[in-house]
T-cell receptor, first 111, second 112 residues
Framework: GQSLEQPSEVTAVEGAIVQINCTYQ??????LSWYQQHDGGAPTFLSY????GLEETGRFSSFLSRSDSYGYLLLQELQMKDSASYFC????????????FGSGTRLLVRP | NAGVTQTPKFQVLKTGQSMTLQCAQD?????MYWYRQDPGMGLRLIYYSASEGTTDKGEVPNGYNVSRLNKREFSLRLESAAPSQTSVYFC???????????FGQGTRLTVV
């Protein structure tokens, strides 16, 4: 099976950098992905790491280390609109392709 | 460009009533999913369908049934609703090979 752990809450100041960590246990997976969800909204895709290393998409970067079963999402130049919940997710490496999510990290950006 | 469409958006049921949540996607995706989201619990997988004609249980399937009617549609049925099923339900779809999942806007279900 798969399980993922994330901190429940993170607080940061506007303009700062914040890192949201995700550790996972899985028998096999295709990669680690990240989703953002604003209150009352639906999750939306942010990034995906199939291989070890850093992937950068604008102000957001995501990192994966398969040997450490660890990944993180890095948000730079924080803006108030970045206040949301962030979920890491893994896709099973079997024919099911099922997508399992962590419990989410609530990010609060303060002025 | 509808993406993933869920109906209804809101629903209130009495304990013991049944209902079906509808989901349709127009992106020709093979895989479809039903999740429930409770405060502090993240997204928990109820059922999924890796391709048309197949369905499998996820993490929390008890009390639910699903039907993959065709490639576009994947419905979730509550046969006898219980207060513990009060939650926000999300349908999602993705290509098999692509990890990006697209979500519907959710159904807010209250069972009283």
């Amino acid at each position: 099976g798969q399980s993922l752990e994330q901190p429940s809450e993170v607080t940061a100041v506007e303009g700062a950098i914040v890192q949201i960590n995700c550790t996972y246990q899985t028998s096999g997976f295709y990669g680690l992905s990240w989703y953002q969800q604003h209150d009352g909204g639906a999750p939306t895709f942010l990034s995906y790491n199939a291989l070890d290393g850093l992937e950068e998409t604008g102000r957001f970067s995501s990192f994966l280390s398969r040997s450490d079963s660890y990944g993180y999402l890095l948000l730079q130049e924080l803006q108030m609109k970045d206040s949301a919940s962030y979920f890491c997710a893994v896709r099973a490496a079997d024919s099911s392709y099922k997508l399992i999510f962590g419990s989410g990290t609530r990010l609060l950006v303060r002025p | 460009n509808a993406g993933v469409t869920q109906t209804p958006k809101f629903q209130v049921l009495k304990t013991g009533q049944s209902m079906t949540l509808q989901c349709a996607q127009d992106m020709n995706h093979n895989s479809m999913y039903w999740y429930r989201q409770d405060p502090g619990m993240g997204l928990r997988l109820i059922y999924y369908s890796a391709s048309e004609g197949t369905t499998d249980k996820g993490e929390v399937p008890n009390g639910y049934n699903v039907s993959r009617l065709n490639k576009r549609e994947f419905s979730l049925r509550l046969e006898s609703a219980a207060p513990s099923q009060t939650s926000v339900y999300f349908c999602a779809s993705s290509k098999k090979e692509n990890t990006e999942a697209f979500f519907g806007q959710g159904t807010r279900l209250t069972v009283v």
